[in-house]
């Protein structure tokens, strides 16, 4: 007869243990036979109240009679409990933690089977404690240990073990693909789902009243018209943070037990529970829409929509206590401190502004010397310490309507613009790095607050032993948004960043990430280009699915990329289990990388209960579309690499960096320390590297003549000492090099550039046919070598007698014409060489050094200006009639490839497009920008030289005057939410290694307010290591992509420099110097197109970075700066007007 079950209801039955006669200590003892008896087949009980019984073992047979039934006897309990299986096991039944019934094995007798039944953390934690760290982790061994299948716990032992419980049979499989693969983070968030706000969950009627205003697209204060996908994201925004959401602890799996009733586990810590844990998810998350998709937009629609409700006090220190008045108050003041204290949103029935009506205005005033305050008093010591600490002191907090949004300091200016742009009626606080800080009266008055993220990583130097003296710890913002927010990911698990300090500090309902790649791995994830010519995107599921497999590689590298949102998540979205502390009681700090983030070296898959919660947890925090549902909104981009034939110059440069490798190879015999591809010489061969990148678009100051003749002539002695055997390939290799650098050392246009540091162009019919003086070579008849400096200086001499014969004449005929080319020519040549160190190695080798001294180029000279819708091209459309000597005088070639492609690129499109040019070398930029001064095309150069203020400013006048035509940008200040919308054309110099970086190139100009078709052309010199980038980067796998930071990361790209040869010469080794060029495809007047109209200085007409932004606190429309106000601003020489105001800066405000 079966005994029935003694055990308690809340104990979950879970599992069997297993063990064999010899496990136990009844091996050899009378007593094993025992329970063969049938009783012994049915299920026994330990008894849980026999913690200090001890036995004799040779008298345990007179033990085994008299025992209540269905109860273990005593003796072979204690038996079994003194055995391996069961001994470290025994304080988890005598303290109740688990129960235990034994039966022996229906199928085998010398077996022994014990069901484990295992109390529920979520009950009875007041009778048994569960808060001993020694019992967890012996509950946890056990529960690794112990066998989960149906059949061993029916009574047949090891048939079908199992080794976890059974899951919930709608969870069984979680992964992505059909097959059962594991699904790769970027699967993931590419299959997130879009943004679909649900209104009805809403139950707060303000902020329900706000998503049906984004929903229908009827802001109050918005101008623009948002796009239904920018709508949606700005609702679902409002949802997240208004409706309170709970969800399930991402560590319990939902599993079945014995009995098929339902539990949770938590595999990590051995924890069950009858219920699920749920926890408040985070208000906010992470905003991460494609790049270019109008993020910014969505931001100020989510504060537009919501600036009349104000924060919410938290429940924990909301005042329960009547206020007491040391006065009766009147009726109106007790209402507007009931209505404060409550939270209605009074701005939404007495808007600011509205001054026509006394009734409201005075009822605001009551409301705003009535407004709530709460206080968050001084936290409790956890513990005492032999040294005293301070105390932190109670924070008196003001709930306010505004918004605090932190942006990096060179996108302030653009935030300011968008503003101005999309909206009115905003009150504006901007605060820089250098501004003072605002009082609490102007952060509670304002909309938003905007912040530069320098400034805001001060303010954890304000936090003195951790008391906050700043005001903006005194305010609750209802929001805090970090704009290219993913640097929140640079933290660690458990050290922040100063960043993390300060905000921390900060009181907010809501927080917001706001970028386009919360992590590096998640860069382009857009579709393909429309244009069907190329894709922008190498991210996309749809174009490398065969990338997307999970090798070693790309785990470590995904791995990453966990750890960088696991930080986002913790330490800034606070969410937990994984932000829990210590301090919570009944509940544990979870460990992120424990479940999601895999030991190194360890190939083992991510566990499908650690898959689906990572999906459940992106799903929780990020808002964005799928790139199928943005990708038609976004311009078509024809996009392709263009290969150019070097020219003999080009030829011959890199021949001479190949030349010199050769030399170093070979004796060094590849091994001396000094050799080019030693480990030791990483830092000379990545310079090596770049100027070989340099090279390819122009080198020629690279190798002095004597640097040349020096390295020869040790090559040649190497040969003829003979004192280091040498291969015979390696001597026919020494000996073509040493021919090619006599040939090299011959050249006169090299040796003139070696001199100049300049470009070499070619002119034709240069006026009076005079140009022996301005030439580099001081050679008689056409074409003129000269160079672009030359070319500027003689613009300058003629610009303001081109129009006047008779005066260019006496110029030309009194000899002046000649004397001033003199001159210059001797100016240049005496001009100090930039004296940079450059490592010389085995056979007196060297890497190159370009001795062009980028400084040389004029500075900048800033107009101020108020900018109209768009400023003109040209100030004036008067037409100067050039005179005769100079009407016909043009450039018809350059010594490089690529820069005559440009030109012809420029002067083809620039008059109805705007052109942006990526560089990624300052001589490259350098190069360019000299041309296009004396072609006389406007241009700006952002470059690393600029300050932030000035960068701001660039981007301001590129975008808003139609008079600069190109912008030369340094593809490393490419950043994150720049956007130059103006430009439709994209050039770059060089190949991009990696393709993430060239998509957020391409991302500045490819954004849902582009007008215009994208046009992206990357330039590729044959036969030059830039060939092979091109070839590689289409080969690589992304984890190969991601680990290659450089080109000596990857192998055949480095075994491309390493097997360097010499390459043939166009047109062969005796070629005139008029061929040695480049030709343009069409010509250039030197004199024509607007010279002589205006003054050479082509930065004249920068905007300044405050000319969209009048103002640093906007307000209503009709307090907008009046006329004499706005002229004080056009003066060249003054600055907008300032104030102090509490210690905070408002620009273009009257005294």
């Known amino acids: ?96 933690w688990i129960q235990m019934t034994f039966s022996v094995s229906l199928d085998d007798v010398g077996r022994g089977i014990i069901r484990v039944y295992v109390l529920a953390d979520d009950v009875g934690n007041r009778e048994v404690p569960r808060d001993d760290g020694k019992l967890r982790k012996a509950r946890l061994r056990l529960m690794r240990q ?52 649900q209104p009805t969950t809403v139950e707060d009627p303000y902020n329900l009243e706000a998503m049906y205003s984004l929903l229908n697209n009827n802001i109050h204060g918005i101008k623009t018209t948002l796009y239904p996908h920018q709508c949606r994201s700005a609702a679902l925004m ?94 109106a003041d007790m209402a507007a401190a009931c209505i404060s204290r409550e939270g209605v949103p009074w701005k ?40 005293s600490e301070k105390v932190k002191p109670p924070r008196l907090i003001y709930p306010s309507h505004a918004s605090l949004v932190i942006v990096p300091p060179n996108l302030l200016q653009q935030w300011k613009d968008e503003v101005a742009k999309h909206t009115t009626g905003l009150k504006l606080l901007v605060i820089e790095a250098k501004d003072d800080i605002p009082s609490t009266e102007q952060l509670r008055d304002c909309d938003i607050a905007l912040l530069a993220s320098n400034r805001t990583e001060w303010l954890s130097a304000e936090v003195d032993n951790g008391r906050c003296v700043s005001p903006f710890v005194q305010v609750h913002f209802k929001r805090c948004i970090v704009d290219e927010g993913h640097k929140l990911g640079n933290a660690t698990y458990n050290q922040k960043t100063n960043l993390h300090i300060a905000i921390d500090c900060l009181q907010t309902s809501a927080r917001w990430v706001v970028t386009g790649t919360p992590t590096r791995g998640l860069r382009g994830v857009g579709g393909t280009s429309r244009s069907g010519t190329s894709s922008i995107s190498d991210g996309s599921p749809n174009l490398q699915s065969s990338q997307l497999l999970i090798d070693e590689g790309s785990r470590s590298l995904e791995d990453d990329d966990l750890r960088r949102i696991g930080c986002i998540s913790k330490q800034f979205l606070k969410l937990r289990p994984w932000a829990n502390t210590n301090d919570d009681l009944g509940d544990t700090p979870a460990d992120w990388s424990l479940h999601f983030v895999r030991p190194r070296n360890d190939a083992s898959r991510r ?19 799928r790139a199928t549902e943005i990708d038609n909104l976004l311009p078509a981009v024809d996009q392709e690499s263009v290969y150019l034939d070097g020219s003999y110059q080009d030829t011959l440069v890199l021949n001479l960096f190949s030349m010199m490798i050769i030399f170093n190879a070979v004796q060094s015999q590849r091994t001396d320390q000094d050799y080019f591809f030693h480990p030791r010489q990483k830092k000379a061969l990545i310079q090596l590297t770049s100027n070989l990148r340099q090279a390819s678009f122009f080198g020629g100051p690279f190798f002095s003549l004597a640097d040349l003749k020096k390295a020869i002539n040790t090559a ?22 040493i021919k090619f650098g006599h040939l090299a050392v011959g050249n006169s246009l090299k040796n003139w550039v070696n001199v100049f540091h300049e470009i ?52 030309y005929e009194s000899g002046r014409f000649s004397d001033e080319g003199r001159k210059e020519r001797e100016k240049a040549t005496q001009a100090e060489a930039y004296q940079g160190r450059t490592e010389i190695l085995a056979g007196n080798t060297q890497l190159g050094q370009d001795e062009t001294d980028t400084k040389r180029r004029r500075s900048v000279k800033v107009e101020l200006q108020l900018p109209a819708e768009k400023t003109p091209a040209s100030a004036s459309s008067s037409k100067v009639d050039i005179a005769r000597p100079l009407e016909k005088t043009r450039m018809i070639s350059t010594a490089s490839a690529k820069l005559s492609y440009l030109i012809d690129e420029i002067i083809k499109y620039q008059e109805k497009e705007q052109i942006i040019i990526f560089y990624d070398n300052d001589n490259v930029a350098y190069y360019i920008g000299g041309m296009l001064e004396i072609l006389l095309v406007h241009h700006l150069i952002y470059g690393k030289h600029l300050t932030t203020t000035q960068r701001a400013q660039y981007v301001t006048t590129f975008n808003n005057s139609a008079k600069f035509r190109v912008l030369l940008m340094d593809i490393n200040l490419a950043a994150f939410g720049l956007d130059m919308r103006s430009a439709s054309r994209v ?101 024509g197109r607007e010279f002589g109209r205006q003054s050479s200085d082509l930065d004249r007409g920068l905007l300044s970075a405050n000319a969209a932004v009048k103002k640093r606190m906007y307000s209503a429309p009709e307090e907008a700066a009046s006329e004499p106000d706005a002229a004080r601003l056009e003066s060249d020489n003054s600055s907008p007007k300032r104030m102090k105001a509490g210690g905070v800066r408002f620009e273009g405000v009257d005294d």
């Open 1 to 96: 007869m079966a005994c029935p079950d003694q055990r308690q209801p809340r104990y979950i039955p879970v599992g069997c243990l297993l063990f064999d006669r010899q496990d136990s200590r009844l091996l050899g003892r009378p007593a094993w036979p025992l329970p063969v008896q049938p009783v012994y087949r049915s299920w026994l009980q330990f008894s849980q109240n026999l913690a200090h019984a001890t036995y004799d073992i040779d008298s345990l047979s007179d033990n085994f009679c008299g025992n209540p039934p269905c109860l273990l006897p005593e003796g072979l309990q204690w038996l079994l409990l003194t055995s391996k299986v069961l001994f470290p096991y025994r304080k988890l039944l005598y303290l109740k």
């Open 987 to 1087: 050039y770059f110099i060089n190949p991009v290694l990696n393709p993430q970086v060239e998509a957020q190139a391409i991302g500045r100009v490819r954004r849902i307010s582009q007008k215009k078709p994208v046009t992206v052309r990357t330039l590729v010199l044959r036969g030059s290591l830039e060939e092979m980038i091109v070839k590689r980067r289409a080969e690589m796998t992304q984890a190969e992509q991601r680990k290659c930071r450089s080109i000596l990361d990857d192998k055949p790209m480095y075994e491309f420099i390493l097997n360097a040869r010499i390459l043939p010469l166009p047109g062969g080794d005796d070629v005139a110097g008029p061929d040695q060029m480049a030709k343009l495809e069409k010509p250039q007047l030197i004199f």
């Open 348 to 387: 939404l029935e007495f808007p600011s502004g509205d001054s026509g009506d006394e009734d409201r205005s005075n009822a605001i005033r009551v409301i705003q010397r009535n407004l709530y305050q709460y206080t968050i008093p001084s936290p409790s010591r956890q513990r005492s310490a032999r040294l």
């Open 760 to 811: 070499p162009i070619h002119l034709l019919d240069f006026p009076w046919g005079a140009g022996k003086t301005w030439s580099l070579d001081l050679e008689e008849g056409e074409p003129v070598c000269t160079d672009p400096r030359m070319v500027l200086a003689l613009q300058k001499l003629l610009q303001h007698i081109v129009d006047a014969p008779s005066s260019l004449q006496h110029l």
């Open 607 to 625: 566990s499908a209960t650690n898959q689906k919660a990572l999906r459940a947890i992106l799903e929780l925090l990020i808002v964005r579309h």
């Open 716 to 737: 040649e002695s190497f040969l003829a000492e003979g004192r280091v055997s040498i291969s015979a390939d390696d001597e026919v290799l020494l000996r073509s090099a």
């Open 238 to 331: 409002i949802e997240k943070e208004s409706r309170a959401r709970q969800f399930m602890d991402p560590r319990l799996q939902t599993v079945v037990d014995q009995e098929g009733s339902f539990w949770y586990y938590d595999a990590s810590t051995g924890s069950s529970f009858c219920a699920p844990r749920l926890y408040d998810a985070p208000c906010g998350g992470i905003l991460a829409e494609e790049m270019g998709s109008g993020k910014t937009l969505i931001c100020l629609a989510l504060i537009f929509a919501t600036k009349h409700i104000p924060a919410k006090v938290p429940d924990m220190y909301r005042k329960s206590d009547p206020i007491v008045r040391p006065t009766t108050g009147s009726f």
């Open 146 to 197: 112990l066998d989960y299948s149906q059949s061993t716990w029916r009574g047949t032992a090891g048939i079908s073990p199992s080794p976890g419980p059974k899951a919930q049979s709608s969870l069984a499989s979680l992964s992505n693909g059909e097959d059962g693969e594991e699904a790769s983070l970027l699967e993931m968030f590419n299959s997130i789902p879009s943004p679909s706000p």
